[in-house]
């Protein structure tokens, strides 16, 4: 008898995690977190890059058999949690790593109704991948090391990224990045996360790569700009407002308390429970950029020799944008919610007047006047009937539709009758002709 090979713990684990039962995967999941724990705190352990391969098979076909939304969206956060349990900083950027290249080699085979939920385990494993840089407190080498890994496997032009990863990640690099770091990172730190979308927009031979880059980077720096100086603005005003707080307290002291009817014994109206990004216009703190810097080194970049004409022509256009906001001047202002109601209601009165029916009766000179539709009831149509009716006509006159039918109906008769007319006269000009030639006068002798 053939004694059964042990099979090592990683592809049993990713056995038990693409399992047909759900009670199954899940204990599948909370062993692996255990056992990436109890690996990684050995001295010599850790795992090689064909082991986490195989994890990553398993956790993928693992969400690819999670059904409803709220369990999918639970699965990914526990799974794109796994990275905080793993002990060293070279172990998790191996596990980020083979997530990548899995995502680009299984890309393909995803069919659209599972396509969102492997977008939403992206986003999850991206922030995870910030928030990791944000405990060890956004130190320099790490930032560069998780920019040259994304680059590395999704942008770079010998990766085998498919295009679906590349504008996903595009889109939303930006976002995650605004909720882990906004309110702690500077624009020098904000611009190291952004010069090497700088160098690869300048060189790319990819036309969907530039124009994903420029949507998505800079062109989104742009739109956020308002945002970002409305919060540097309350920041400053927060700070002001904290050093004058006890001379605030001390005039408060010295003023009498007004009557209450009065505006001046009013209760200051409570704001604490307004959000902070200003209330429904609010979209959340936003990354702060120096525009100037941006602008510097985007032009560094595309006015080098290499750079395709395309790619350069694109990305002037960005650079004077951010020229203008570093000297103030915004793309475009805010449409006022009064105009935007005026605009929309122009537009709907003028698509209702396209649908209805216009009378096609044009006054030519020397023509008279012909009619091809059916006239308007608000015309010197309703006052005939009205004289017909003075006038003691039995008949009840019909309505407009109705003697629109009649009148095309009595001019195909009048055209039937004429075409008629026209054959007979023909007819009888034919039968003329015809019994001269046979019939000639002769001559008499």
Known sequence: MVPRVQLPPEIQLA???????????????????KYIVARTQRAAGGFTHDELLKVW??????MWMQDKPLLQEELGRTISQLLHAFQTTEAQHLFLQTFWQTM???????DRLRLDKFYMLMRMVLNESLKALKTRGWE????????????????????QAPSGVKSHFLEIFLEEL???????????????FIEPFCAIAARTQDSLVLHNITRGIFEAI?????????????????????EGTSEDEARERDVPSAEPGSPRGAAPPDRSDEPPGGGEDGVGPVLQFDYEAVASRLFAVASEQSTPSQNRKRLYKVIRKLQDLAEGIFPEDDVPEKAYRNLRDEGQERRTKKRLPKARSQNRPGKGRKEDSCPDPSSGFKRRMRRRQRRGSGAEPAAPQEQCG????????????RRLRAGARAKGAGCQELQTKRWPPQSRK
Do not use: M
């Not at 790490?142 to 040259?148: D, P, S, T």
């Open 15 to 33: 056995q038990r995690l693409a399992g047909n039962e759900q009670v199954t995967r899940d204990r599948a999941v909370k062993r692996l977190r």
């Open 57 to 62: 098979k398993g956790l993928f076909y693992c």
């Open 104 to 110: 680009n080699r299984e890309w393909t085979g995803i």
């Open 406 to 417: 009649l009148k095309k109906e009595a001019r195909g008769a009048r055209k039937k009758r």
């Open 178 to 192: 605004s909720k882990v770091g906004a309110t702690e990172l500077t624009a020098d730190q904000n611009l190291k």
């Open 222 to 242: 742009v739109e956020q700009a308002p945002f970002a100086i409305e919060d540097l603005l309350g920041e400053l005003d927060a700070q002001d407002g904290e």
């Open 140 to 159: 320099e080498r790490q930032i560069e090391r998780l920019l040259e890994l994304l680059t590395t496997e999704i942008l770079h032009p010998d990766s």
